[in-house]
């Protein structure tokens, strides 16, 4: 089955660039999403690329695909201390629209 | 404001004892889910509806139990089979098959075993 990796942890200092990474092994996906968990609440989707772009970008945030390699990249430019929290990877789960495979969550931490 | 409504906020369970948690969506999403989350572990999901009274496992659903009534709601019990059930559950809805499947997520809840 599908399946999708990450590194657990990340620090940061304030105004630096911060690359969140991931690997997945499904290349069928359409879509592949990034997702933020702020402390003690659920998890909101941040953003995400069509399967068929290399980049997209949005505001401070560069999502890069490598579809050959199957990873998938999160920059966040001028990181900010409101940007620690945790962010997952996600792939869509077979034909069945709505399930995701997350990630095991890249804990941000940015530091002043 | 439209959203999805998760309670309680924590959950406490003593042995043997079946407990149920709450999720309210008032986004009329036709599917929602329930995933469960461990530190280091990611999400992890349980259980599954796409349509009121069909439901389908997950990748974890021994020692769970879902039902789902109405579209609104998805109530998950932890029974006491579970026997590691500490851990932050997560209630999730969306309207498949329309593109981009973003994810609507409630708060959570904290569930501990006494």
């Known amino acids: 089955g599908e399946d999708v990796e990450q590194s657990l942890f990340l620090s940061v200092r304030e105004g630096d660039s911060s690359v969140i990474n991931c690997t997945y092994t499904d290349s069928s996906s359409t879509y592949l999403y990034w997702y933020k968990q702020e402390p003690g609440a659920g998890l909101q989707l941040l953003t995400y690329?069509?399967?068929?772009?290399d980049m997209k970008q949005d505001q401070r945030l560069t999502v890069l695909l490598n579809k050959k390699d199957k990873h998938l990249s999160l920059r966040i430019a001028d990181t900010q201390t409101g940007d620690s929290a945790i962010y997952f990877c996600?792939?869509?789960?077979?034909?069945?629209?709505?399930?995701?495979?997350f990630g095991q969550g890249t804990e941000l931490s940015v530091k002043p | 404001d439209g959203g999805i409504t998760q309670s309680p906020k924590y959950l406490f369970r003593k042995e043997g004892q079946n407990v149920t948690l709450s999720c309210e969506q008032n986004l009329n999403h036709d599917a929602m889910y329930w995933y469960r989350q461990d530190p280091g572990q990611g999400l992890r999901l349980i259980y599954y509806?796409?349509?009121?009274?069909?439901?389908q496992k997950g990748d974890i659903a021994e020692g769970y139990s879902v039902s789902r009534e109405k579209k609104e709601s998805f109530p998950l019990t932890v029974t006491s089979a579970q026997k590691n059930p500490t851990a932050f559950y997560l209630c999730?809805?969306?309207?498949?098959?329309?593109?981009?499947?973003?994810?609507?997520f409630g708060s959570g809840t904290q569930l501990s075993v006494l």
């Open positions: 509806s796409q349509i009121v009274n069909d439901f």
């Open positions: 996600a792939v869509p789960w077979g034909n069945q629209g709505g399930k995701l495979i």
């Open positions: 690329i069509f399967s068929n772009m």
């Open positions: 999730a809805s969306t309207t498949p098959g329309q593109g981009v499947e973003k994810l609507f």
